[in-house]
């Protein structure tokens, strides 16, 4: 049983850093998205940590804050970020 939850542990950190990646180099238009990738992956883990759960700490705040419009503040958020990513 550990070692099921170890490995599904695993694939979902690395599963977040991907989708991480990906986010990050729609929002970085000034690099090309290898570099970018190469610039993270360059990072000891921990930073990449750190970096990856600040960024989704930002955007749980960015996510409150546009529900302070209404019901559809955190879609149109989220449409917004889905839209820079494509």
Not at 8 to 36: H, K, N, Q, W, Y
Not at 53 to 69: D, I, K
Request: aromatic share 6%; with cysteine; charged share 15%.
């Amino acid at each position: 049983m550990y070692i099921f939850l170890r490995d599904l542990s695993i694939s979902a950190c690395l599963g977040l850093r991907l989708a991480f990646l990906r986010m990050l180099t729609g929002l970085v238009v000034s690099l090309p998205a290898d570099e970018v990738r190469a610039r993270i992956r360059a990072l000891s883990l921990a930073d990449q940590a750190l970096l990856i759960g600040l960024t989704l700490a930002g955007l749980l705040q960015a996510t409150m804050l546009f529900a302070e419009a209404g019901a559809g503040g955190p879609l149109a958020l989220w449409v917004a970020i889905w839209m820079v990513l494509r």
